[in-house]
């Protein structure tokens, strides 16, 4: 059932060809229906094609789709007005991808750093920053090592949640530290609030740059509008991506004032911050980031979270983890992709991270009904792959 085709093969796919989607649902060329917790990677917070998004999408692409991003657009500075406005940023540069995002803090912490000599940046083992060398090289995943050698020097990796780990990282050439306030693809793991304190004190006291990479935290993903805010910090560094398109390629680099320092010719990109993009951002942060909204994604992830965990108790797997709509449930093996397997069989839609967990990342406006059949297809699926 494999399709013939000449997409070059980076990652094992299953057969399903998939032809459309609306709200939490998908289907596949032979008109199966799926429900989908992957959604597209946690992009589509307003699921699969909602008229809020075709409607942007159509409007604006009869209006105005690229003046070059060497002259200003309208929504792109709408989008740049509607980010700063609710975040404690000030500046926005847009880009295309997560990677392409933080491979601009990384440039923008270096350009920072440049004058006092400094350049070092700490991340986190684990972490996850993108496919370029840069951000593959800032990220923690041990399945990077030794590829692409070499990698873009620069970047110690501290333990999660270990704030001596990182203070015996820092150097005279230490500039910046950066880490995802939930690491997501090493298996949803917090970083405490706490530890986000401790970061931004020590960050302070050594005159570093905190980054966060909210790639898929951002955007009401934690049930905050950004998942920093859970801590009550102010970071100097946002990225974004994946959610803020709402299924569109679209990111964002954001740096307060003392922190935005890229002079001319530093930064660019011949599709950033095109309009076509920018307008649908502001169509999904404007739904997204009203409180009741907010309010939802927190209570609806309560209630899938207590319903995973009564379920993983009835079968013996482990705890689950997370915030909002970002959740994960350790497996009681390694059998991770054995159920994601089973589950698409039985048209569910969910991910493992890591052999031993399972992650769930539903549209920001799923339904209780949907969790509900989420969890009854998933108890049927785990009966199934019992050892
Ligand atoms: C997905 C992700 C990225 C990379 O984003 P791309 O759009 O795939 O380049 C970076 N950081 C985090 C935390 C992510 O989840």
Redesign the pocket.
Known sequence: MTPNNHLMDITPRPPQVFMRGQGAWLWDSAENRYLDFVQG??VNSLGHSPAAIRDVLTSQAGQLLSPSPAYFNQPAIDLADRLTAASVFDQVFFAN????A?EGAIKLARRWGQESGRHEIITFQNG????TLA?MSASGKTVFDGLFEPKVPGFHKAVLNDIDSVCALITDQTVAIML?PVQ??AGVIEAGDGFMRSLRAIADQHNLLLIV?????GVGRTGKLWAYEHAGIRPDVM?L??GLGGGV?I?ALLATNNASCFVHGDQGGTWCGNPLMTAVGSAVIEQVSQPKFLAAITENGQYLYDGLSELSASHDHGPVRGRGLLLAMQLNKACGSEIVDQALANHLLINAPRADCLRFMPALNVSREEINTMLNTLDDVFKVCRN
């Open positions: 990677w946690a991808s997560g990677a392409e933080n996850f920053h993108g496919r951000t995802e997501g693809e990479d909210e790639i898929q935290t990225t991506g994946k390629p990111a």
